[in-house]
């Protein structure tokens, strides 16, 4: 079964940075694509960045131009680099497969950013 281990939020200020990262303790990146998604309290779960076994990626427009994802399969790691930060970018961050979560969610990373 493979665990996916979210870490690297935080309290940041409105323009801030922050680089997240997802390990998995299986090779699942060279078959899967991946990708991130956040939670804010009352809201459903969302996509904001993904990336294919190839290499492609993709982001909503909420996010398309602020937020980076990236791959690093010989660690088994997905990362997200997050600049100019806003508050409503507040949320628990999970990664998972994407377009379909295979695998059970990790806690995820909490992430606040404050005006």
């Known amino acids: 079964q493979v665990q996916l281990v979210e870490s690297g939020g935080g309290l940041v200020q409105a323009g801030g940075s922050l680089r997240l990262s997802c390990a998995a303790s299986g090779s699942i990146f060279s078959t899967y694509a991946m990708g991130w998604y956040r939670q804010a309290p009352g809201k459903q779960r969302e996509l904001v960045a993904s990336?294919?076994?190839?290499?492609?990626?993709n982001y909503p427009d909420s996010v398309k131009g602020r937020f980076t994802i990236s791959r690093d399969a010989a660690k088994s790691t997905v990362y997200l680099q997050m600049n100019s930060l806003k508050p409503d970018d507040t949320a628990v961050y999970y990664c998972n497969t994407w377009p379909v979560s295979l695998y059970e969610w990790g806690q995820g990373t909490q992430v606040t950013v404050s005006s």
């Open positions: 990336i294919r076994n190839i290499g492609t990626t």
